[in-house]
């Protein structure tokens, strides 16, 4: 005949160890659930790491071009400012030529020569 202590002991074995494994089985389904959130941070960190620097890199080529454009506009306006200060000089040059041929008569009034040089 089984006494006390042994029937306790039998009981026990048939209540506790399934209760047992089912703790340790949901302590690896937490332990795997959490290596999956930690995969998950780790690959959605990695993706915006790369997202951001993508980002970074389309807004430099964006920016960069928009300064080529920039560049090149104001190298046209300095080309057309240059082309009108030569032409401005050629004039001057040929003002001074027809002056220096006319002489005395073509000289007109020092008045307007010098407020038109203000």
Known sequence: MLDKNRIIAITSKLIFVPILKFLIFISYSFL??????VSLQTYYR????RSLQLLIRYFLAFYITKANESSKKI???????DS????TILLSLNATLEAARAGEVGRGDDRSLKFSFL
Do not use: R, V
Request: hydrophobic share 40%.
């Open 32 to 37: 795997s659930l959490f290596n999956s959130f």
């Open 46 to 49: 990695q993706n915006t790491t």
């Open 75 to 81: 190298i046209e306006a300095s080309k057309l400012i």
């Open 84 to 87: 009108i200060s030569s032409q």
